[in-house]
């Protein structure tokens, strides 16, 4: 079976092939992605135009690709998309009922249960998600429920919404290039939990910390659940182009400096002026996180551990800030290199997640 995997960020933009057969890892056969340099101030409508500009290129793009000698042959069945902030608003419900007598759960129990208690989209939105992440059976977590008896049944349920004119516009442009029927469409913080809950599977409660472009999401993981994301108004693009306007340099320029400056290889004026704008910006981002941490914290004790999932070359800086915090695990390349194969091209953290978030789904 082959999938085509999309990830629509908020100045990042990637598309993977993966290929899945039985009794082996899943392979990507190809992947590629689209950055978008946006201006410092941009309205969310500015955000929706450039990035729709973007997906119809990197469509285009991946098109080509599907016509390489080792790809054409392979028929794409289904197709995952994955959104980041600002693209949603996400809920998690846990929804229960007991009866004096034991019921049998069948198919339909669980479907017609959270049917019921399903939130109507407000105007203009449309679901993006409407998931599963957990059923109890008289209190206990039961993964496979069906055909069993109890007197209490929990289910617990994220569900997101998205913009309905912006959902249309990516599905008629993925439509435009890939005639691909099966389409599931899902949110960031979703894809991240799942993944890294069957990986670490130890671990019940935890923070997941996912640095985008523009944004920062804050997940608090609660006895297994994904209870809550908070979005931070700042992301990883700010500090590079914090680089870029005081130091009168390229993107690519500010980030090998920082590769650079964490070697110790910066001349020491650069150094200085370095170390003036990280001093600046951990001071903007930890004061946003704290915000989120105090929000997360109402009626709830934080847990100590934390997953931080950033890309290179800044990955670095937000562990050392988050470390005043938390115990940190860092989520790279490595973290996944057991569970997935990257075919004749470098590995990527998040095309991995997007990957075994699928995997899960197939």
């Not at 993944?195 to 985008?212: A, D, S, W, Y």
């Not at 920062?216 to 500090?239: A, F, N, R, W, Y």
């Not at 590079?240 to 306007?245: E, Y």
Request: proline fraction near 3%; glycine fraction near 4%; hydrophobic fraction near 40%.
């Amino acid at each position: 079976m082959n999938s085509l995997l999309f990830y629509i960020g908020n100045g990042l933009l990637k598309c993977a092939m993966v290929h899945n057969l039985k009794g082996s890892l899943p392979e990507v056969l190809f992947w590629q992605k689209m950055e978008i340099r946006h201006p410092e101030t941009i309205t969310q409508e500015e955000l929706k135009k450039t990035t729709i500009q973007a997906l119809d290129q990197l469509c285009q793009t991946s098109k080509k690709r599907l016509f390489s000698p080792e790809i054409k042959n392979k028929r794409i069945t289904k197709l995952f998309c994955i959104f980041s902030s600002p693209w949603y608003i996400s809920e998690t419900k846990v929804l229960k009922t007991h009866k004096l007598e034991p019921f049998l759960i069948k198919d339909d129990t669980v479907m017609e249960f959270i049917q019921v208690a399903n939130t109507e989209a407000e105007k203009g939105q449309e679901v993006l998600e409407r998931k599963i992440i957990r059923v109890n059976l008289n209190g206990y977590v039961t993964q496979n429920p069906i055909g069993k008896r109890a007197n209490t049944l929990e289910v617990s349920v994220v569900e997101s919404f998205t913009d309905k004119n912006f959902l249309n516009d990516v599905r008629q442009i993925i439509d435009r290039y890939f005639g691909v029927e099966e389409k599931h469409f899902h949110s960031l913080p979703l894809a991240s939990f799942a993944v890294i809950r069957n990986i670490f599977k130890h671990q019940e409660n935890f923070l997941m910390i996912n640095i985008t472009s523009l944004l920062t999401e804050v997940s608090l993981i609660k006895d297994g659940l994904l209870h809550e994301t908070v979005t931070l108004p700042i992301g990883s693009q700010k500090i590079i182009d914090m680089v870029v306007n005081r130091l009168n340099v390229t993107n690519a320029v500010a980030e090998t400096l920082f590769q650079l400056y964490q070697g110790d290889y910066v001349e020491n004026a650069v150094n200085k002026k370095l170390t003036e704008i990280i001093d600046e910006f951990k001071k903007a981002w930890t004061e946003n996180l704290d915000q989120a941490l105090s929000h997360l914290s109402i009626g709830l004790s934080l847990p100590p551990n934390c997953y931080l999932i950033c890309q290179t070359p800044l990955r670095h800086f937000f562990s050392d800030f988050t470390k005043e915090k938390f115990k940190v695990e860092t989520i790279s390349e490595t973290s996944f290199s057991p569970f997935v194969r990257f075919n004749n091209q470098g590995t990527d953290f998040s095309v991995a997640i997007m990957v075994l978030f699928a995997n899960i789904n197939l």
